[in-house]
Nanobody, 123 residues
Framework: QVQVEESGGGLVQAGGSLRLSCAAS????????MGWYRQAPGEQRELVAG???????NYADSVKGRFTISRDNAKNTIYLQMNSLRPEDTAVYYC?????????????????WGQGTQVTVSS
C-alpha cells in the first residue's frame, strides 16, 4: 500500500507565495517520478510541474519562472515553491507519484494520488 499526502495550501493575496509539500510512504521499490497537478472548478486537471528520480523537471508554460519543483529523495518528498501567485492559480492542487512496487511477477509501476490541497489566490 502506498500513500501520498499533500500539505501547505491556503489563502494568499496576489503576488504572494506558498510552498506545497508532498510525501510518499508505504511499501515500494522506488519512485520513478512525482508531480503536481491542479484542477480549478469546471476545468480539467492539468500538469503544473513534474520531477523525475534523476531530477529532470518540466513545467506548464503558465507557471514557468514563478514555480519551482524540488525533490528530497531521502524523504520521498517533493516541494512546489509558488511565487508571484495570480488569481488564476486558484485550484485544488494534487500530488501524483509514479511508484514501482514488487509483485510476484516482478516490479510494477502504478500511479498514486493525494487527496488534494486547496490554493486560493485573492486579487
Amino acid at each position: 500500500q502506498v500513500q501520498v499526502e499533500e500539505s501547505g495550501g491556503g489563502l494568499v493575496q496576489a503576488g504572494g507565495s506558498l510552498r506545497l509539500s508532498c510525501a510518499a510512504s508505504g511499501r515500494f521499490v522506488s519512485i520513478t517520478a512525482m508531480g503536481w497537478y491542479r484542477q480549478a472548478p469546471g476545468e480539467q486537471r492539468e500538469l503544473v510541474a513534474g520531477i523525475t528520480s534523476g531530477v529532470i523537471t518540466n513545467y506548464a508554460d503558465s507557471v514557468k519562472g514563478r514555480f519551482t519543483i524540488s525533490r528530497d529523495n531521502a524523504k520521498n518528498t517533493i516541494y512546489l515553491q509558488m511565487n508571484s501567485l495570480r488569481p488564476e492559480d486558484t485550484a485544488v492542487y494534487y500530488c501524483n507519484a509514479l511508484v514501482s512496487t514488487m509483485t510476484k511477477w516482478g516490479p510494477k509501476e502504478n500511479d498514486y494520488w493525494g487527496q488534494g490541497t486547496q490554493v486560493t489566490v485573492s486579487s
